[in-house]
């Protein structure tokens, strides 16, 4: 305890009131959607990829914090790196001054990507965004964006505006003077080059949403026209990047694919520290930065601070030695395969898709009447709501945490802390095994939530 401030004591006296407080203090909408499903649970402590509730139940994470927790959580490692940068005492953020940290996470990030040369670091993946877009509209003197259909690229006011869901956008206009095309469409890319007002192409090599990959060889013809045409190609690797397709980035998986700028975020603050980083060209980095007058043109107040920079060199070094994006693809394939397995035997499993641990498990329109008719009834309601049904025993008779990939879809993401193992992929396809046994013998617990999803989507028109 320090000057009557004591956090253990704080937490262990106001901890039961977590719900309550977020009703009444925060987005209270999120208390309701979580007492609604059933995801109400009092979480106490967590190790790499599982955590355990108030009664000391383990659970298996399988979202990672919507893929912020790469390594898992707690990692030794990162936890060291951050108690030895706080225990230093650095002068951080003095403003005026070149410190170390910063530097040297640059380098280790530049190392994985060979064509590009200098960094930015600011606080999130949407600031990673939104660096892209600002940089690439200067340095080209272009207004427009390129984005895709279906695109998540953040919510702030620029990357909104290459948000490709209309339900985060609506309400938020004007926006940015930015075009969707859809993914993979070449012809739509070089019909909006053509007009000359377009700064650059940004996009998800495998969307976040859906879990919908890029056509092969689509980066690198998409690459081809944008330098054609003086554009930039901004490759948003928030999500997929450092490992999660079982690559570093998820655009080397298409051979020759070089992009001017790159995004990424999440998993380099190894679960503790937000972090942003925009990697570009040197080109476009002098363009923007070209003379003394202009140093501080774009800043972030707590951009390089060193707590960010210690977490995400421990990051890179965690993954270096323990091989990470190795072990992803084996792990990943291992995971991959056995889903799909399963497609042939469910009439509800339509598709496994993804790389890596990156993974899609789409449902889709029954054959046989009894469960064409349950489905319709779902459909007719508001689609997306198997994919819900099948989320929710997941975590409440199983004890594994999932979500959906997107609203409005029948699509389950699978993105898990990078660390899973042979027994986490086991525990995690008998699991779901158990629950599409359920669905298709008609089982009474699981169709009589899909009722109550019914109602309450009706209820919500």
């Not at 650095?90 to 910063?102: A, E, G, H, N």
């Not at 898990?416 to 158990?434: Q, S």
Request: hydrophobic residues 45%; contains cysteine; glycine residues 12%.
């Amino acid at each position: 305890m320090t000057d009557g401030f004591d956090l253990r004591a704080l937490l262990a006296e106001r901890g039961g009131e977590r719900y309550d407080l977020h009703a009444r203090h925060l987005n209270p909408q999120l208390p309701r959607m979580l007492h609604t499903i059933g995801f109400d649970k009092v979480y106490e402590r967590a190790a790499g990829a599982h955590f355990w509730d108030a009664e000391g139940n383990d659970h298996l994470d399988m979202l990672a914090g919507f893929g912020v927790m790469g390594l898992g959580r707690h990692h030794p490692v990162v936890r060291r790196a951050l108690h030895d940068v706080l225990d230093a005492d650095l002068p951080d953020l003095t403003r005026f001054d070149c410190p170390p940290l910063p530097g040297l996470l640059a380098e280790r990030l530049l190392a994985h990507s060979p064509h590009l040369d200098r960094v930015f670091f600011g606080n999130s993946g949407t600031e990673a965004v939104e660096t892209a877009l600002k940089f690439a509209r200067y340095a080209t003197g272009r207004p427009r964006i390129v984005y895709c259909a279906h695109a998540f690229h953040g919510l702030t006011t620029g990357a909104l505006s290459v948000n490709g869901e209309e339900g985060f956008r609506a309400g938020f206009d004007p926006l940015l003077p930015d075009t969707a095309i859809a993914l993979g469409d070449l012809d739509a890319l070089e019909r909006e080059l053509r007009r000359g007002d377009v700064a650059a192409f940004v996009v998800e090599p495998i969307q976040g949403k859906g879990v919908l990959e890029s056509p092969p060889g689509f980066l690198a013809a998409a690459q081809e026209l944008l330098r054609r045409h003086g554009a930039l190609l901004i490759a948003d690797e928030v999500q997929t990047g450092l490992g999660r397709t079982g690559d570093f980035y998820a655009y080397q998986h298409e051979a020759g694919v070089e992009p001017d700028l790159v995004c990424v975020a999440k998993a380099l603050s190894g679960g503790y520290v937000p972090v942003g980083a925009t990697l570009g060209r040197d080109r476009i980095f002098k363009k923007v930065y070209s003379s003394m007058d202009r140093v501080l043109v774009h800043s972030a107040s707590f951009g390089s601070n060193a707590q960010a920079m210690a977490a995400g060199l421990a990051v890179l070094a965690v993954m270096e030695s323990e091989g990470t994006v190795a072990h992803v693809r084996r792990i990943g394939g291992l995971l991959k395969g056995r889903l799909e397995e399963l497609v042939p035997r469910y009439e509800l499993l339509h598709e496994v898709r993804g790389r890596g641990l990156m993974i899609g498990i789409e449902f889709g329109r029954p054959t046989s009447l009894g469960l064409r008719g349950r489905w319709t009834m779902l459909q007719a309601a508001r689609k997306g709501l198997f994919a819900q049904m099948v989320v929710v025993p997941l975590l409440q008779r199983h004890r594994i945490l999932t979500q959906v990939s997107g609203d409005h879809l029948e699509v389950i993401k699978l993105i898990p802390p990078l660390v899973i193992d042979e027994a986490d992929v086991d525990r995690f396809v008998t699991a779901f095994t158990a629950v599409m046994d359920d669905a298709h013998n008609g089982g009474g617990l699981l169709w009589d939530f899909g009722k109550t999803l019914v109602r309450q989507a009706v209820a919500q028109r």
